[in-house]
């Protein structure tokens, strides 16, 4: 028994964290003497359909892979990919079959989420968008959920044991339950208690929608901390009858009115890329939580498609080894591996004879997340 409901990561690296019929199937190629020499590959949609996805998670899936006797080309984290394949093995397939478990969920669940986190910074690309989804999902994951906001271009992140893991701070002020410590009536204490407790680096962001209206509060805590207050934060989406657009506009009215224009406001809760969309003009920052934490995972899947030199797949998948090429009008292009085609080839060596050969930075791969956006013209409202 453990403490908690996880797979240690010494299950993940031994091969154990997998399906069982992995373990039938080596067993059984064992007893009848088989090994073949295979190519797999990683793949969601076989032809492109113009529909991108991010690529993330290769640093997990090449830390899982590193040691085996195998080698392991793949297209760079942070490319947008619309079909063929993401991820090449070449080797015995006994060498690696009880890994295709865990190589499939480390790239499913952060490219799934790295997708939902770049609609989101897309959607309003000149305002501070944090991620807020930690809470959201089991704490073994939270520097996943983080790394793959960040890879999508995301300004920062909440979870501080996650940020020590990444090597980047995490953000945050004030709960509602701060306030409601104080008591109604008490917001003014809080927030000058906040004011004088925490550390000088962290913006002053006061939570005004606890108590009372909107404005109301928003007006009172730039009046209590006289000039300190860099925004204040509402937090009303889902819990708040009312248009939020409409109570955000009059809360920026009343800021302004008080001479308080260099009070930003910031926003959370329930967001999306419409919400981010529609009040982006009135908004200087967001937070963004369950619709990057709680995103569907790309449906990758592990197929064989060459034995022993012969191309083979099961039906409804391609045969043949593979190479994806980025096109000069920002298109995602398929061929056959020994076959010529235009544009620039995107799966790279990654592995090889068991050895890493490629460095996965994070810095890196937002770049090239940010870059490919532009360059395949990628839509957050579609």
């Known amino acids: 028994m453990t403490d908690f409901d996880i797979v240690p990561p010494e299950a993940i ?3 154990r ?21 295979v190519t797999a590959e990683v793949t969601a949609d076989q032809f492109p359909d113009g529909e991108f996805e991010v690529f993330a998670g290769l640093g997990d899936a090449l830390s899982l892979l590193e040691g085996l006797p195998i080698d392991v080309d793949a297209i760079p984290e942070g490319t947008l990919f619309d079909g063929g394949p993401v991820l090449q093995i070449t080797g015995r397939y006994r060498d690696f079959a009880r890994y295709e478990t865990s190589l499939l969920g480390f790239l499913s669940h952060a490219s799934g989420m790295s997708t939902q986190a770049l609609r989101a910074r897309r959607a309003a690309p000149d305002a501070t968008v944090l991620s807020f989804g930690a809470r959201h999902v089991h704490p073994s994951i939270a520097a996943v959920v983080e790394r793959s906001a960040l890879l999508a271009g995301l300004d920062g992140i909440s979870h501080v044991a996650a940020g020590e893991i990444l090597g980047h701070e995490a953000s945050g002020t004030m709960p509602h339950a701060l306030l409601i410590c104080f008591g109604r009536g008490n917001q003014e204490a809080a927030w000058r208690a906040f004011d004088e407790a925490v550390d000088a680096d962290v913006p002053r962001v006061a939570l005004c929608d606890t108590y009372s209206d909107e404005m109301d509060e928003a007006v ?20 708040r009858r009312g248009n939020f657009e409409h109570i955000v506009r009059e809360t920026r009215w009343e800021l302004d009115a008080h001479g308080y224009e260099d009070v930003g406001i910031f926003v959370s809760g329930g967001l999306g890329p419409p919400e981010l969309r529609n009040l982006r003009e009135y908004v200087d920052g967001f937070g963004v939580g369950g ?28 045969t043949g080894a593979k190479q994806v090429y980025r096109t000069s009008d920002g298109g995602h292009h398929v061929a056959l591996a020994d076959v010529e085609a235009p544009g620039e080839p995107l799966l790279e060596p990654a592995i090889r004879d068991g050895e890493i050969v490629r460095e ?23």
């Open 13 to 15: 690296r031994d091969g």
């Open 291 to 318: 619709f990057i934490s709680n995103a569907d995972p790309t449906d990758f899947a592990l197929d064989v498609v060459e034995v022993d030199g012969e191309p083979a797949a099961k039906r409804g998948k391609l």
């Open 17 to 37: 964290a997998t399906d069982a019929y992995f373990d039938r199937t080596v067993a059984t190629l064992e007893h009848v003497g088989k090994n073949p020499h």
């Open 360 to 382: 996965v930075d994070l810095d890196a791969a937002a770049d090239r997340a940010a870059t490919d956006a532009d360059r395949v013209e990628f839509d957050p409202f579609e």
């Open 220 to 239: 009172r805590a730039a009046e209590s901390l006289d000039g300190a207050l860099d925004s204040i934060r509402l937090d009303t989406t889902a819990s």
